[in-house]
C-alpha cells in the first residue's frame, strides 16, 4: 500500500515539472506580451523611387499644358492674328471701271483709277479720279417758254476726290477649291466734280472689298456715292450719283 502511495506521489510530481515546462516554451499572449519598441526607420529598396521625391507625373504635366495652351489661344485677341496679306506701310494703285447711276442723267460708264497708302493694316488715305460724260438723253426738253431744247447732250465729266479708307474686317472664304483671303473697307471722303452742268465740291461715302491674290495683287469692288449740286435747264439740284466699280490693284513693294 505504502509503495503503491508513493509510485503515485512520483508520477504527480514528474506531471507537475512537465506541465510547467510547457507553459515556459509556449509563446506569450498578445496580452501579456511587453510593448515592443517600433522603430521609425523602414528599410527602403534603393531601386525604388524616394516616397519623399515622387516621380514627376509626365502624362498629366503634359495634359495640363495641352489644357492651359488651348485656354490661351482662346483668350488671344483675333486682332492679334497675324495675316497673310499685309497693307501697312505699303502703295496701292488702282485701274478700273463700272457704270455711273445718275439723279439727273441716263446712267452711263466709268473709268477710275487711285493711289492708297496704308498707314496701317486697317487705315489708309486714297487719292482717285475718275471720267465719264453727262448723257442727257432723257432730259431733251424744251426749256419752258423758251423753244430750245439742250443744247450738249454728251459732255465730258471729271471727279477728283480725296478719301479715308477704314478696314474692320479681315477674313477668308472659299471659292471653289480654292481659300482666298478679302477685306471690308468703308469710305469717306470729299471730292471736286468739273462739268458744264456742275462746278463745285461734292461729299463721298462708300464701302468696298478687296480680294487679295498672292501676296501683290488684289481684286477690288466698291460702291460710292456722291453728293453735289447740279445745274440743268436753268435750275439747280441737290443730286447724288451713284457708281459700282471693279478695279486691280497692285501693292508696293511686291511682298509684304
Request: contains cysteine; negative net charge; proline residues 3%.
Amino acid at each position: 500500500m505504502k509503495a503503491a502511495l508513493a509510485s503515485l506521489v512520483v508520477l504527480c510530481a514528474v506531471a507537475t515539472i512537465a506541465r510547467a515546462d510547457d507553459d515556459d516554451t509556449r509563446p506569450m499572449d498578445k496580452k501579456d506580451a511587453p510593448a515592443a519598441k517600433v522603430d521609425k526607420k523602414v528599410a527602403v529598396d534603393p531601386d525604388a523611387p524616394s516616397v519623399s521625391s515622387p516621380a514627376p507625373t509626365t502624362t498629366s504635366m503634359c495634359i495640363d499644358q495641352d489644357i492651359a495652351d488651348r485656354l490661351a489661344v482662346k483668350r488671344k485677341r483675333r486682332g492679334a492674328v497675324d495675316r497673310l496679306f499685309v497693307k501697312q506701310g505699303r502703295h496701292e494703285i488702282s485701274v478700273g471701271g463700272g457704270y455711273l447711276a445718275s439723279d439727273l442723267l441716263s446712267g452711263t460708264y466709268l473709268v477710275t483709277a487711285s493711289y492708297t497708302y496704308h498707314m496701317t493694316d486697317e487705315t489708309a488715305v486714297e487719292f482717285g479720279g475718275a471720267y465719264t460724260h453727262a448723257n442727257a438723253d432723257i432730259i431733251r426738253a424744251l426749256e419752258d417758254g423758251r423753244g430750245t431744247v439742250l443744247a450738249d447732250t454728251y459732255t465730258r465729266e471729271l471727279f477728283a476726290e480725296s478719301l479715308l479708307i477704314w478696314s474692320p474686317v479681315y477674313g477668308k472664304l472659299r471659292l471653289g477649291g480654292t481659300i482666298v483671303h478679302f477685306d471690308l473697307h468703308a469710305d469717306v471722303g470729299v471730292g471736286v466734280i468739273d462739268s458744264k452742268t456742275s462746278r463745285g465740291a461734292a461729299g463721298v461715302i462708300g464701302f468696298g472689298m478687296r480680294l487679295f491674290m498672292g501676296q501683290a495683287f488684289a481684286f477690288r469692288v466698291d460702291m460710292r456715292d456722291r453728293t453735289f449740286r447740279q445745274e440743268l435747264l436753268d435750275d439747280r439740284f441737290l443730286v447724288n450719283d451713284s457708281a459700282i466699280t471693279a478695279s486691280l490693284s497692285v501693292f508696293l513693294p511686291f511682298h509684304n
